[in-house]
């Protein structure tokens, strides 16, 4: 303590001053439509015929009132600029690196900032079709859009990429429509014979009122996608975590992905997220696994 001061005293120390932000009305109106309806809408000013995303209640050019002009756009749109992430900060929503971008969505007038995945961060460019990717479990904040990732072809990987080749964001998929056949043929190459697949009068007595797929064969078309596509030909599967959120159909159409997210030094091994969703974007199962790349082959 000084008291060098007549009038004042100075005590060295912190304080903390914790805060919030409020949305606001328009901002709820914002996020109450990511939120419960899946939907991200901005304001419109007809007078110079501009959409605003984040919504704001005035125009910014003409200052008119545009609070209740709201207009639906796209999930999909365009990447405008970029930055890496690659410093660690408590309130990150994401573990760096991370590509954080400037979207302007189709439709929009003005960009938005959001999180990219599914691109290796030397790929990144400004120029690329994204989409939205919402998330599973609401948090009422902007992370309702859990991301955006490449809404077009994904990149084509053909060969198995080692270990050096391989960055974190980089993923790849499989998608294929669960028939009658499939389930028949599974059942013969497991031995899983359970009425609930294969018996339609004894599935209608279970919650799920018909027949379903077994639960490991869709979980068996991430194989595809470890052992063709990412890291590819070559790769050795040490681990795989499955946790099973909604059953499969006849006649649904599964997509497996698996996205790099760690690479482990050490051992020279990656950690890649694993999910299956169906054709209404539904997410059947998620898990990881753990992988080892092929190695290159010797140069002739």
Not at 63 to 75: H, Q, R, T
Not at 172 to 190: H, P, R
Not at 201 to 226: C, D
Not at 228 to 254: C, H, N, Q, S, W
Request: proline share 7%; net charge neutral.
């Amino acid at each position: 303590m000084s008291t060098d001061n007549q009038d004042s005293f100075i005590v060295e120390g912190k304080l903390a001053l914790p805060y919030q932000y409020f949305a606001g009305e328009t901002g709820s109106s914002f996020l109450i439509s990511i939120r419960d309806e899946k939907k991200i809408k901005g304001l419109k000013c007809e007078k110079c015929d501009k959409v605003f995303v984040p919504p704001r209640s005035t125009c910014e050019r003409c200052f008119s009132d545009i609070s209740k002009n709201w207009v639906e756009l796209k999930n999909s749109g365009t990447v405008t600029g970029f930055t890496v992430i690659r410093y660690e900060e408590p309130y990150q929503p994401v573990k760096p690196p991370y590509i954080l971008a400037q979207i302007k969505l189709d439709g929009s007038d003005t960009p938005i900032t959001h999180i990219i995945k599914g691109v290796p961060l030397s790929k990144m460019e400004v120029g690329l079709k994204v989409k939205a990717v919402f998330a599973k479990k609401s948090t009422s904040t902007i992370m309702d859009i859990d991301h955006f990732r490449p809404g077009g072809s994904k990149p084509k990987i053909e060969l198995g990429y080692s270990y050096d080749e391989l960055e974190v964001g980089m993923s790849a998929s499989f998608t294929k429509t669960i028939s009658e056949t499939d389930v028949y043929l599974f059942a013969g190459i497991s031995g899983d014979f359970n009425p609930m697949h294969m018996n339609e009068e004894f599935a209608k007595m279970t919650p799920f009122g018909t027949r379903i797929a077994h639960g490991a064969l869709p979980q068996s078309l991430i194989a595809p996608v470890l052992g063709m596509k990412l890291p590819g030909l070559g790769t050795v599967a040490l681990e795989i975590t499955v946790r099973f959120k909604a059953p499969t159909y006849f006649g649904d159409t599964i997509t497996a992905t698996g996205e790099i997210i760690e690479k482990l030094e050490k051992k020279r091994w990656v950690r890649m997220s694993l999910n299956w969703t169906n054709q209404k974007d539904e997410l059947v199962a998620e898990g990881f696994a753990l992988v080892i790349p092929p190695t290159p082959l010797p140069e002739k």
